[in-house]
C-alpha cells in the first residue's frame, strides 16, 4: 500500500519487509530518493538494502529491503480513500504520478506492473500453488527454455510477493483469438512458434523423479480434478498410490455412489514409469511472443513432477497450431476422456479468501 507521497515521490510498502521508491523523472536530481533512504537509515536502528534500481522513460524506482522510517499518511476518511492502496485524495493533490499500476486481479491475486519493466505479483499464502520460482530456476540453469528473469520472490505473514522484469511482447493468445486482422499472427510464425514450443517441452520433460513432487521436493497440487486453485496432494511414492489419494478425496465428498467409485479406480489411466516435469497450466496466454519468437513461457506455479499422460490432459485444448507438441509431451487420448470425465468433480468445499490490502493507481 502507499506509505508516503511527497512531491514527485512516493513510497509503497509491499509486506512489512520491502518497499519500493518512486520518482517521477521530472524532479530536479537523485536526492529526493537518497533523502527517503537516509531518513529510512536515521529514523529506524534497522538497515535498508537497495535491491534493484532502475528507470524507464517516466520515472525512477528502488526496489528497497527494510523497514520505511518515515511517517506515513494515514487516511481516515474511507470515501477519499482507495481501498487496495489506501491512496486518497489528498495524495492525488502532489505532482507526484503513480506508474505502479493493477494490471489484473484473479482470485485473491493482484497483478501490478512497475512501471514498464516489472511485475509484481500479491497472492495469499498458501492458497495458490508456489512452484514458479524454483523451477524457473532450474530450467534458466539447465535449458534454454526461455523464462522470466530477475525474480525474486518473498513472503510475510500473510502474502506470498513475486518480483520478475517484464518478458518483451504480447501473449500468443492476444495474437491469435483476440488479434485483429492486421495483428494478427502469420502462419508462418504460428508454425515456428509451434516448432520452438515443441523444442522447449521436450526440454523440460527431461527431467524426471520417481515420485510426484514440486522441483523443491514440495507437495504438487492436483488442478484438474479439484477446482482450478488446486489442492495439494501428499507425497505418494507410485502412480497407485497417486491415483488412491484422488480416489479417496472423491470418497471423501460423499457425492458419488460406489459404482462410480469403482469405475474411477478402473478406468485411471494406466500410463507408468517415472513422473516427468509438467508445466501444468500451459496455454496460449502464458506464452509470451516476440519478434516472431517465444520470448517467454510463463506462470510455472502448478509446475512439478507429474504422470506422462498430464500435460496432455490438462492442455488438450492448444490450438491446431500447437499440434507438433505433442510429439514432445505425448498423445494420451484415454487419460483426456478420463480426466474431462471427472474434472472439478473433487467438492473440497469454498475456501474462505481473504480481503486483499494491495496498491494500486485508483485515484
Keep these: 500500500m502507499v506509505f508516503s507521497v511527497t512531491g514527485n515521490r512516493a513510497v509503497w510498502t509491499l509486506g512489512p519487509e520491502y518497499f519500493l521508491i518512486e520518482e517521477n523523472r521530472d524532479s530536479h536530481d537523485d536526492g529526493g530518493t537518497a533523502t527517503v533512504q537516509s531518513s529510512c537509515e536515521d529514523t529506524t536502528s534497522l538497515p535498508t538494502k537497495e535491491v534493484r534500481s532502475w528507470e524507464d522513460g517516466k520515472s525512477k524506482f528502488k526496489l528497497m529491503k527494510g523497514i520505511p522510517g518515515i511517517e506515513p499518511d494515514i487516511p481516515l476518511d474511507r470515501e477519499k480513500t482507495c481501498p487496495n492502496c489506501r491512496y486518497t485524495s489528498d495524495h492525488a493533490k502532489n505532482p507526484y504520478v503513480s506508474h505502479c499500476q493493477l494490471f489484473r486481479l484473479v482470485g485473491a491475486r493482484g497483478l501490478w506492473t512497475i512501471g514498464s519493466e516489472y511485475f509484481l505479483k500479491e497472492e495469499p499464502i498458501g492458497l495458490y500453488p508456489d512452484g514458479d520460482a524454483p523451477t524457473v530456476e532450474l530450467l534458466r540453469a539447465f535449458t534454454t527454455v526461455p523464462v522470466v528473469t530477475d ?16 518478458a518483451p511482447g504480447r501473449p500468443l493468445s492476444e495474437l491469435r483469438i483476440f488479434a485483429e486482422d492486421d495483428n494478427r499472427i502469420s502462419v508462418e510464425d504460428d508454425n515456428r512458434i509451434g516448432d520452438e514450443l515443441c523444442e522447449y517441452m521436450r526440454q523440460v520433460r527431461q ?19 479439484t477446482h482450478s486453485s488446486g489442492q495439494k496432494l501428499s507425497l505418494p511414492s507410485t502412480i497407485d498410490e497417486f491415483r488412491d489419494q484422488l480416489r479417496d478425496r472423491l470418497i471423501a465428498g460423499g457425492k458419488h455412489a460406489p459404482h462410480s467409485i469403482r469405475a474411477f479406480q478402473r478406468d485411471f489411466p494406466k500410463e507408468r514409469g517415472r513422473f516427468v516435469l509438467t508445466h501444468g497450466d500451459l496455454h496460449p496466454s502464458n506464452i509470451i511472443i516476440h519478434n516472431g519468437h517465444i520470448s517467454a513461457i510463463l506462470d510455472w506455479e502448478h509446475a512439478g513432477y507429474y504422470p506422462v499422460w498430464w500435460e496432455y490432459a490438462n492442455e488438450a485444448y492448444l490450438s491446431k497450431a500447437d499440434r507438433g507438441i505433442y510429439s514432445a509431451i505425448g498423445v494420451y487420448p484415454d487419460a483426456c476422456r478420463f480426466c474431462a470425465t471427472w474434472m472439478g468433480k473433487f467438492d473440497m468445499g469454498t475456501r474462505y479468501i481473504p480481503e486483499r490490502s494491495i496498491f494500486c493507481s485508483k485515484w
Design 151 to 166: 525474480m525474486i520472490s518473498w513472503t510475510d505473514g500473510e502474502s506470498k510477493f513475486s518480483f520478475t522484469k517484464r
Design 207 to 225: 527431467f524426471t523423479s520417481p515420485v510426484p513432487m514440486t522441483v523443491d521436493g514440495k507437495r504438487i497440487y492436483d488442478n484438474i480434478f
